[in-house]
């Protein structure tokens, strides 16, 4: 994959969309020569695993679900942080890139700005405006993302962005988008 503009933007986005299943609580995202590593931890309901081990589990999961919607739970989730750890290297980015623009074809609405890989891809676009930013390292947690990079100078850059910071930095990059002639890709 080469490095042109909008490169961090791109890649941070489709590993964000890769990752968001997980729901993560906590995330680390270094670039290391031509791979990006992703670490974090994410949350795991017991209930969920303990009625994926049994005989019953699709039975037990469609109750469960009609169950949830007739009436309230009576106990708060059972959950517990799981450690992830993926690599994707340039190529696993293309290739995943080009199995989510299958479904961003018909579709005509803004992305969410609240998912994981619209809120990397605003990171990623801060490290493209950069101009030849490199060594890309990225930590999220509930409350902010800090992020490291290197400038063409090989001077080391690092930011903080509160929810809120990184909610209207997403809201002027959104409405230029939205302004551009050109077709938006999510």
């Known amino acids: 994959m080469e490095q042109t503009s909008g ?15 997980l729901f993560p609580e906590n995330l680390a995202i ?16 017991r209930d969920a695993e303990q009625s994926s081990t049994s005989g019953w589990k699709g039975m037990k999961k469609l109750i469960n679900k009609v169950s949830d919607i007739v009436k309230l739970p009576n106990h708060e989730p059972d959950l ?35 998912s994981l890989g619209e809120r990397l891809r605003t990171i990623g676009k801060v490290i493209d405006a950069r101009k030849e930013g490199s060594g890309v390292k990225i930590f999220k947690d509930l409350h902010q993302i800090m992020f490291e ?29 939205g302004r551009s002639s050109t077709p938006r890709r999510k």
């Open 7 to 21: 490169f961090y933007a791109r890649a941070l986005r489709v590993i964000g969309q890769d990752l968001a299943g």
């Open 30 to 45: 270094e670039l290391e020569g031509d791979k990006f590593v992703a670490k974090g931890l994410s949350t795991k309901s």
């Open 80 to 114: 517990e942080f799981v450690p992830f750890s993926r690599v994707y290297h340039f190529n696993d980015i293309n290739c995943l890139d080009e199995q989510g623009a299958k479904h961003r074809e018909d579709d005509s609405d803004m992305p969410d700005i609240y």
């Open 149 to 177: 990079y290197q400038n063409p100078d090989g001077n080391s850059c690092r930011e903080e962005l509160s929810n809120t910071e990184l909610y209207q930095l997403q809201q002027r990059y959104a409405s230029a988008r």
